[in-house]
């Protein structure tokens, strides 16, 4: 039995079937839904990194395979994270937003949105390949290329703002001596090239240092002024090898060598800041033609420093003038800055010696025990004491020196003319700890940790022991002290109390068995007594150079004695020390020859 379908239903079963099989075939065709799909798989696949499947979706995939891959290559990316946004079709064309974020090397980011340019054919949407679809500003005969701006480096700079020391190049002189036939004559050459920077530098001292270091040794270090004055006289010299480095470069040789070789130290690592970066297009010639985005570079802020020029070079030429060690320290009393630190050649051989130096002080020590004695109640300045020329303490005989007395006087008296015995007696009535607090609120005995610069201010340990105490109180015994630790001494006296040491602007100095600050009384009575060493005592050679106070030392040790003079004038205080200088008129000498080099105001 057969069924007959009416012809106008038949018709219309016919039109509907129709369109639903183009419905059918529609929705199997890519891209049915618009070109955000294709946009989606494009940008994903870019962001994987799987630059061929991301061309194969383009209208160009070689053309665009080379774009994408030279993107990632010049940005020398680490990641991509791509998503796309709204899309707005006209006919067979379309724009769809996207938004890249790369992450390129040293933690930068880069992050732009641009539009895809797609287009369709035979139903099938696709990347319409311009090299826009990587960056908005990016034409197609151009490629990308990250620049990275290295940041200037620090400078140094001392108080006033000029530089002490600055980024160079240096050209470092080695020499081994295994690997020239005559050593001898090499090392005369190097003598005659390099002791114009260096007049320490003889061919004896090359020789030997070079044998002795049994590899290579560094002869010299050469800014690039100085190695172009003797590159010539280099070349060809057997055993001998120069390399060229970045460094911290001295403006000034003669500056604070030994200071600043410790502050180069301490800032070399932190003088780089950060570097900038960048992302340009360049020409098919790789010629620039854009700047896509920049980030500038941060230069690290120069590291100023607490010393003073015109004191740093007043210092050094007094100390220069002597053949022993020696040694000054200056500080500004106010403030803790250190305005020089000062030592002669022959200081030098032994190292940062006027900051950590360890030396018995002699009678500048008196100014303590006069402290500990007024701190206590024992003795004010007016307390007569008697001044015979040698007093016996338990088993101990104390002399003056060349045995002079002047009877019974008042302690400020007893310190002007460095009375040893009347010290010695006020010391052994001391309490044991006396010296000690005494001189720990004096700025001695404390440890300061202060960047740039090793330190040691002194050590006076508690003295229960009679002959100890007695000793300690006229510099002598178990007391040492550098001369920083006097410069603080005397710095505190002009303050009131103790300031706190510094080098490098803005570093904090830690400081370790700080104690409270001595009584008014105390300190007024340790200036008048100072004040008379000057005006009428053993330090009266400085007395023209304005309202200075003082004490003057002399330090017995084997083979001799050490010569010492600290004081301040206004908001400066010093300490200079030479050792085995005899008679402390010469460190008067030397410290009046700095005072009397400072400019007018100082």
């Known amino acids: 039995m057969s069924t007959r379908i009416d012809p106008l239903r ?61 993107a990632w290559d010049r940005l020398q990316a680490e990641k991509l994270t791509a ?17 890249y974020e790369w992450r390129l090397p040293k933690d930068r980011t880069w992050r732009y949105t641009g539009q895809l340019q797609m287009g369709r054919s035979g139903g099938r949407w696709m990347v319409r390949w311009t090299s826009s679809n990587i960056h908005p500003n990016l034409g197609d005969t151009q490629t990308l290329s990250l620049r990275s701006n290295p940041a200037p480096r620090a400078r140094v700079n001392e108080q006033a703002g000029s530089d002490v020391l600055v980024p160079g190049k240096v050209s470092r002189v080695a020499f081994t001596a295994a690997n020239a036939a005559d050593p001898g004559s090499v090392a005369t050459a190097l003598a005659a090239a390099l002791s114009r920077f260096d007049p320490q530098l003889t061919a004896e001292s090359i020789l030997k240092a070079a044998t002795s270091a049994g590899g290579s040794y560094t002869v010299a270090l050469l800014s690039e002024n100085e190695f172009d004055q003797v ?99 200056v500080l500004r009393p106010s403030t803790g800055a250190i305005l020089a630190i000062a030592q002669n050649k022959a200081a030098d051989r032994d190292g940062p ?23 206590t109640g024992l003795a004010t300045p007016d307390t007569v004491l008697p001044c015979p020329s040698r007093i016996i303490i338990g088993d101990r005989t104390i002399p003056n020196y060349n045995l002079f007395t002047v009877g019974d006087v008042p302690m ?67 007391v040492v002290v550098s001369p920083l630790g006097m410069a603080l001494m005397a710095a505190t006296i002009a303050r009131g109390s103790v300031p706190v040491p510094y080098l490098i602007a803005g570093r904090t100095t830690a400081v370790d068995g700080a104690e409270p600050a001595l009584a008014p009384q105390v300190i007024n009575g340790l200036r008048a007594m100072m004040r008379r060493v000057v005006t009428g005592g053993t330090a009266e050679r400085i007395a023209d150079q304005g309202e200075v106070y003082g004490k003057t030392g002399e330090a017995e040790v084997d083979g001799g004695s050490h010569s010492w003079f600290v004081g301040y004038r206004g908001d400066i205080a010093f300490a200079t020390l030479l050792v085995k200088g005899g008679s402390s008129d010469n460190a008067v000498a030397v410290s009046r020859d700095m005072v009397a080099a400072l400019p007018p105001g100082y």
């Open 10 to 70: 038949k018709s219309l079963l016919v039109t509907l079937t129709g369109a639903l099989l183009a419905l059918s075939a529609a929705g199997c065709a890519h891209g049915s839904q618009g070109p955000v799909p294709a946009a989606d798989a494009f940008v994903e696949a870019f962001a994987d990194h799987d630059l061929t499947a991301a061309a194969e979706l383009t209208n160009q995939p070689e053309k665009a395979g080379a774009a994408l891959r030279s």
């Open 83 to 99: 998503r796309i946004g709204s899309s707005r079709v006209t006919g067979d064309t379309a724009t769809v937003d996207y938004t």
């Open 231 to 329: 590159s010539i006289d280099l070349i060809g010299l057997p055993g001998v090898v120069v390399t060229a480095e970045w460094d911290l470069v001295p403006t000034d040789r003669a500056f604070a060598p030994d200071l600043l070789a410790q502050v180069r130290k301490t800032v070399i690592a932190e003088v780089d800041g950060k570097a900038g970066w960048s992302v340009v297009t360049m020409n098919a010639n790789g010629a620039d033609t854009d700047v896509l985005t920049e980030v500038p570079s941060q230069p690290a802020p120069s590291f100023s420093l607490s010393v003073d020029r015109n004191v740093q070079n007043a210092a050094q030429r007094a100390v220069d003038l002597r053949e022993e060690q020696t040694m000054m320290v």
């Open 353 to 375: 010696v006027a900051t950590i130096g360890q030396y018995p002080p002699g009678s500048v020590f008196k100014t303590v025990t006069a402290a500990a004695a007024m701190s």
């Open 412 to 478: 400020i008296t007893a310190y002007e003319r460095s009375c040893n015995t009347s010290f010695a007696n006020v010391a052994s009535r001391l309490p044991g700890d006396a010296l000690h607090l005494a001189a720990a609120k004096l700025g001695v005995g404390p440890g300061y940790t202060v960047a740039g610069l090793p330190t040691f201010s002194g050590s006076v340990p508690p003295a229960d022991q009679l002959i100890q105490r007695t000793e300690d109180g006229i510099g002598q015994g178990k």
